[in-house]
């Protein structure tokens, strides 16, 4: 009897046991959904799908639980169990939710992860919102960025155009600019970068603000932005598309995509055309003329666990900016003449070795051929930049690993001598290791060390951390920092300004890298109330940068780029929101960057970052037919390099797009108000045949229609 007993005890302690821990396999009807999210309403506990689409639950009780399962694309469902149950596990499938927005996967932080569950704080454009930005400006990716919450473009050249990006208020060198995790645009080619990158070809931009040099190396002390390029998918694409505005630009772009049985392609070609404009009458460009040809095939092979892809990229540009008469009747006067010639070249090999592991390389070559012309001055050179990297990544049930090495040359020859010759040769080889940690289903930490060796600047040593804790499904913050240096380099914004006239090489043996600590928290806050979509996202940065490069003016009366006795720190906030109701869609961010140099124990303002930005952006879309877009852009005062203040100025413009199965038509009104900085403000000193132009902080080219139509297959 004692054992029966016995016996029948333990079957009711097995019993319990197996009912205490409960498996659901979430899919959907083709593929399981990692990453996919189970909330538990009882007791407020979130659990995230493994790479399997597998959530296991401990501890359940008796009784009746109820259980929420979500994922990015998919309708949310809920679940109601009755404990304890006759299975111990279930599969549980989700439906698409064509009203939900398309799952995004980032790549930038090597792990491919949806943007949901990625530690890393990484804004993501893309899909529509990429579409509809490119409708505005078609030819080059500066509209693109700059209309983004922290970021700005500031224009180099009065004349010219030439413009670099700003991330939180740090000078454009401090942003590094990738391309599929390639970093082709530095150095001397980085100042024509943004007017030479057309996004018809894009599948995605990211953004990481922030130090972030451990991830790929030296100069993302700002950030980086990672351009990544659509590849061939299980359907053919095919898209044209043309563009003409009322300044005298013309764009035509065409994209082709395929994929058969074991190879791809992707051809990616563009001519783009700008007429000289002078909206302002003072007979100086606002648009140069310019002439532009881009032609990129990439190929693709597909083994059974293995993918690659080799491209090159020719881009061929002359650009003039200056005097009306000189460019339109070949008379005397003032002209900014430039000449490009990009030729680069890339590749990637990937092999999955096993469920768990596998192996990728990568590398690119770019040769940028350069020449600056001036009345008073010739500038040009060649340079050569490539780049490598081997990494082999594991993942385990909780946590992944990256390790990797990379080398990376930048080569600059001058193509004429003059007194103090600006050749450099720079050469950096180093290793990473980068680990994301599933500590709990609620809490994730990515966590990395880079070790990086400079030919005559030494040693790098650039840790970074970065946390992600979901308290719900309504809730998530984030908390990272991390280190991160920049080479010196006599190519920046200021140089840019000067068209290098003057300009001493740096001197390798009393300059030193200039290095950053950054730090940034946000708070994310998503809901729906009956049929209105609430998003809420709050960041706090900071960024010291310590050594930074200043101009100074010699004896000899060139200039150089010395180390300063201080520092620069750039502290704020962004703020941004985005409602959904029915067919419209706001979006509106806010970002107040307070950013100073501190030398010699003097505090200034730096000069071109303005404390407030706004923007807002009103959609209003009907799926598949028409969609309508009004956007405000606010800009307050800034600091001049002259010692004066920039005046505040808004923005506005107005665009719309009819589309059928095949064929859309756009149309947009830049800026309709007209806002020009010679409206308010000179933008030179001087005469117009020897001006000397001053700091450009509004925009010059004013209003500005622009339409075409895009077709696609």
């Known amino acids: 009897m004692k054992l029966l007993l016995t016996g029948i005890s333990l079957c009711c302690v097995l019993f319990a046991h197996a009912q205490d821990t409960f498996t659901l396999h979430i899919r959907s009807k083709e593929n399981a959904l990692p990453g996919a999210t189970v909330s538990w309403k009882e007791t407020q506990k979130i659990f995230v799908a493994d790479s399997s689409g597998n959530t296991r639950i401990t501890a359940v009780p008796a009784g009746v639980q109820h259980f929420s399962i979500s994922h990015i694309g998919f309708a949310e469902k809920e679940l109601v169990y009755t404990f304890p149950l006759n299975k111990i596990t279930d599969t549980i499938t989700l439906d698409e939710d064509e009203e939900e927005e398309e799952e995004v996967i980032v790549t930038s932080t090597r792990t491919s992860r949806t943007i949901a569950n990625t530690p890393t704080r990484t804004e993501v454009i893309s ?33 010219s155009y030439n413009s670099s990006i700003r991330i939180q208020g740090l000078d454009g060198r401090y942003t590094q600019l990738l391309k599929d995790g390639l970093p082709l645009y530095s150095g001397f080619s980085g100042g024509l970068s943004l007017m030479q990158i057309v996004p018809l070809d894009l599948r995605q931009v990211e953004v990481i603000k922030g130090s972030a040099s ?74 140069p003329s310019a002439k532009r040809y881009t032609i990129n095939p990439r190929f693709f092979l597909y083994g059974k666990q293995s993918v690659m892809n080799l491209g090159i990229t020719y881009i061929t540009e002359n650009r003039t900016g200056g005097s009306m008469a000189y460019i339109n009747d070949g008379k005397p006067g003032y002209y900014e003449r430039n000449h490009t010639d990009r030729v680069a070249a890339s590749g990637g090999f990937d092999q999955e070795l096993s469920e768990k592991s596998s192996w990728h390389i ?82 994730v930490l990515e966590s990395g060390l880079r070790a990086d060796h400079a030919a005559n600047y030494g040693w790098e040593w ?67 109330i009956g049929d209105v979509k609430l998003s809420i996202n709050q960041l706090f940065f900071y960024t010291r940068l310590n050594n930074p490069l200043v101009l100074e003016n010699l004896a000899t009366g060139y200039y150089a780029f010395k180390n300063a006795t201080g520092h620069i720190d750039t502290k704020g906030f962004e703020t941004n929101l985005k409602l959904v109701i029915d067919q419209f869609k706001l979006f509106t961010g806010y970002t107040y960057a307070s950013v100073n140099t501190h030398f010699n124990t003097t505090k200034s303002w730096t000069p071109l970052t303005p404390r407030h930005r706004l923007n807002n952006v009103l959609m209003y879309e009907k799926e598949g037919s028409y969609k309508l877009g009004l956007e405000a852009y606010y800009t307050s005062r800034q600091q ?11 923005t506005a413009g107005f665009m719309a797009e009819k589309s059928w199965q095949h064929i859309s038509l756009f149309i947009n009104f830049e800026n309709f108000t007209d806002t020009r900085q010679t409206k308010f403000d000179t933008i030179y000193t001087g005469s117009i045949d020897h001006p000397v132009f001053r700091d450009i902080y509004a925009p010059v080219d004013g209003f500005v229609v622009n339409g075409g139509i895009k077709l696609q297959w």
């Open 362 to 443: 990568k590398a690119s070559y770019s040769s940028f051929k350069r020449a600056i012309d001036t009345p008073q001055y010739h500038f040009g050179g060649l340079q050569g930049s490539g780049f490598g990297e081997i990494n082999y990544r594991y993942k385990s049930t909780r946590a992944e690993w990256v390790y990797g090495l990379n080398i990376m040359s930048d080569v600059f020859s001058e193509t004429k001598t003059v007194p103090l010759s600006r050749d450099y040769n720079n050469f950096v080889y180093g290793g990473f290791v980068q680990n994301t940690w599933n500590i709990t289903e609620q809490m």
């Open 640 to 650: 001049l390099s002259d010692g004066a203040e920039g005046k505040a100025f808004w």
């Open 462 to 528: 650039l840790p970074r951390v970065s946390l992600l804790y979901k308290p719900s499904t309504k809730f998530t913050t984030r908390l990272g920092g991390g280190m991160g240096y920049k080479i010196p380099t006599v190519f920046n914004e200021e140089s840019e300004k000067m068209h290098y006239a003057r300009i001493a090489p740096i001197d390798e043996q009393t300059t030193v890298n200039e290095r950053s600590a950054g730090i940034n928290a946000d708070i994310n806050f998503n809901t729906r």
């Open 127 to 159: 899909g529509e919102e990429l579409a509809e930005k490119g409708n505005m400006k078609p030819g080059d990716i500066r509209m693109l960025l700059s209309e983004s919450t922290g970021i700005q473009t500031q224009q180099t050249s009065a004349t």
């Open 214 to 287: 451990t991830i790929y190396g030296g100069g993302a002390i700002a950030g980086l932005v990672n351009l990544v390029s659509k590849t061939p998918g299980n359907k053919k694409e095919l898209r044209f598309l043309s563009n003409a505005t009322s300044a005298g630009g013309l764009d035509l772009s065409g994209f082709y995509s395929e994929r058969f049985k074991h190879t791809g392609v992707t051809v990616f070609a563009s001519a783009n055309n700008t007429k000289p404009y002078d909206p302002a009458g003072i007979g100086l460009t606002a648009i």
